[in-house]
Every structure is written in C-alpha cells, then in structure tokens.
C-alpha cells in the first residue's frame, strides 16, 4: 500500500495503522509528484491519499494519473469535507473518502474492505 500524506505524524499513525492492520507499506509520499514516482516504482494495489498535498499539485490529480496508470484502488483521506461531493473524486470511483480525523477502527474497516474488493475483482 503506498500512503501519499504530507503530514509528518499524521503519516506515521496511518503507516502503523496500515501495518497493525496487515498490509505493507511500500511507500510514504509527501507530494503528488512523489506518490506517481512511488506507484510507478513498486506496483501498490491500493493507495491511502491525502486530498491536499505540499507541492502545488493535489493528491486528487495524482490518483488521476494512478488510476489511469496502473490498477490501483484509491482511498482518499481528507479533513476536506466536501470531497465527497467533488465531481473529481466522484469519477475515480474510490473506495471510500474517510473524513479526517478518523478512528482507527473505521479507516482499518476502509482497508480491508479495498482488500476484499480487489480479491473479488
């Protein structure tokens, strides 16, 4: 799992979580241009994207290139609320938008269901 999360801390709760949760991270980006690079480099099936990335460009434009790119499930994780109802987002048909912040269980909850529906695929 590739982790795209410009937020020093922040990154390191949602690597621990991925990781208690059962799931490799391959990778921690902290801009757009850096999680394209990452995804490209090792392959993730799933990607856990912050919607606002440092960099100018935004972790929606890279799941842009991600899924156009590679077979890769996206899960946005933003303290945008409103993301939900970006018609941007909505066309990359992600698993699920979770608000931040979340619990712990439900972004777990979030993974293993991205998990289930790329086995069932």
């Known amino acids: 799992m590739l982790i ?3 937020e020093v801390l922040v990154s390191m ?3 621990d979580l991925v990781e208690d949760a059962g ?9 757009a241009s850096e999680a394209v690079e ?8 799933i990607a856990l994207m912050d919607a606002n990335l440092k960099g100018g460009s935004t972790g929606v434009s ?3 290139t991600l899924v156009r790119g590679q077979d890769i499930s996206i ?3 933003s303290g945008d609320s409103g993301l939900v109802h970006d018609p941007a987002v909505a ?3 992600p698993v699920a938008v979770v608000e931040k912040p979340c619990m ?7 993974l293993h269901r991205a998990a289930r529906l790329r086995n069932a695929a």
């Open 4 to 6: 795209a999360e410009d």
């Open 13 to 15: 709760f949602l690597s």
């Open 23 to 31: 799931f490799e991270v391959v990778g921690v980006a902290r801009t």
């Open 38 to 45: 990452m995804a490209q480099q090792h392959r993730p099936d």
């Open 62 to 64: 890279a799941a842009e």
């Open 75 to 77: 899960i946005f994780i």
């Open 91 to 93: 066309a990359l048909k």
């Open 104 to 110: 712990p269980d439900e972004l777990t909850a979030v």
